[in-house]
């Protein structure tokens, strides 16, 4: 295994388990290099491979309202785009991705359950073994274009992410979990978007959020063939380079693993106080108990 300091993020190469897991347990994000790049899905997954075995999959796709990173608080509220709607595969590619967006129409692949919507390639993914659980697997396809660059507003997931990169590019700006209410939550709305910011780390106001803690980001350009590991809670804004497709590998937390990565410890205490109230208070009884799926 060696181990290089790029600007402010350690990369590995093709870790053992064990070597993993030393990594995994400093509770920071990493690059793991030299292992995806040999799936066959990042050798073969062009359109017309995609097209030829998913095109007619129904998948879900998320459409944004043209301006909506002008105002990163509406989005937060989950009103800057509309609910998903479900269009086959191959006229998503040809409609929208090749010809860059409709009219400025903005729209996203987001987080399509492989095994559901593209069981046939299935078989050209390795899942990751450095961790014990089966992970939830979700694919991305997005592209940037003069009008209109696929997003993932900032936010935390209370999962482990090892997040693959298979074909183009994704810029990621992460922070650490310091302090939640210095991320701006929208704790007064009543739709349990809890782990979701207000800021755009891009387009930030430091009047509106004075407390943000900018200084502490840590941006990477994610290669195709990197996977990238994203410990629970901590906040990743993500924006396409490039036309891109991604996996994220998803796991959940297990109590045990509170006594491995000690910090997630302390930052599952300041968050979940302000977490849980909000949720309670506004009814959302889903989101309470979400909050400890997996756990137990
Ligand atoms: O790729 C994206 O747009 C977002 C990915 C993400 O947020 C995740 O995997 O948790």
Redesign the pocket.
């Known amino acids: 295994m060696k181990i290089q300091a790029s600007e402010s993020i350690v990369k590995i190469e093709n870790p053992s388990q064990e070597q993993f897991l030393g990594k995994w347990k400093q509770y920071q994000p990493f690059i793991i290099e030299n292992v995806a790049k040999n799936w066959d899905a990042c050798k073969h997954w062009s359109n017309d491979y995609l097209i030829k075995h998913c095109g007619n999959n129904l998948v879900p796709i998320r459409f944004f309202k043209k301006d909506f990173l002008d105002d990163y608080k509406q989005f937060a509220y989950h009103e800057g785009y509309n609910l998903q709607k479900e269009m086959k595969y191959k006229d998503y590619v040809k409609n929208y991705v090749e010809n860059k967006g409709i009219n400025g129409l903005g729209c996203y692949l987001i987080e399509a359950d492989v095994e559901k919507y593209f069981p046939e390639i299935i078989g050209d993914i390795t899942y990751p073994k450095y961790l014990s659980s089966k992970p939830f697997v979700s694919l991305?396809h997005?592209f940037s274009s003069q009008d209109f660059t696929?997003?993932?507003p900032l936010?935390f997931?209370r999962i482990h992410?090892i997040?693959v990169q298979i074909r183009g590019r994704?810029r990621i700006l992460l922070f650490p979990p310091s302090n939640y209410l210095s991320f701006y939550p929208p704790l007064e709305d009543s739709s349990g978007m809890g782990h979701n910011s207000k800021v755009n780390p891009d387009i930030f106001n430091l009047e509106l959020f004075p407390k943000f803690p900018w200084q502490e980001r840590i941006e990477v350009v994610l290669q195709p063939g990197e996977m990238l590991y994203?410990p629970p809670f901590w906040w990743?804004h993500?924006t396409a380079v490039d036309e891109n497709i991604?996996l994220?590998f998803w796991y959940d937390v297990k109590i045990q693993e509170f006594l491995k990565q000690k910090k997630m410890l302390s930052v599952f205490f300041n968050i979940a106080p302000h977490y849980l109230y909000h949720a309670f208070s506004s009814g959302s009884l889903i989101h309470t108990l979400d909050f400890f799926k997996g756990i137990f």
């Open positions: 991305w997005g696929s997003a993932s936010h997931d992410n997040f994704k994203i990743h993500v991604s994220s």
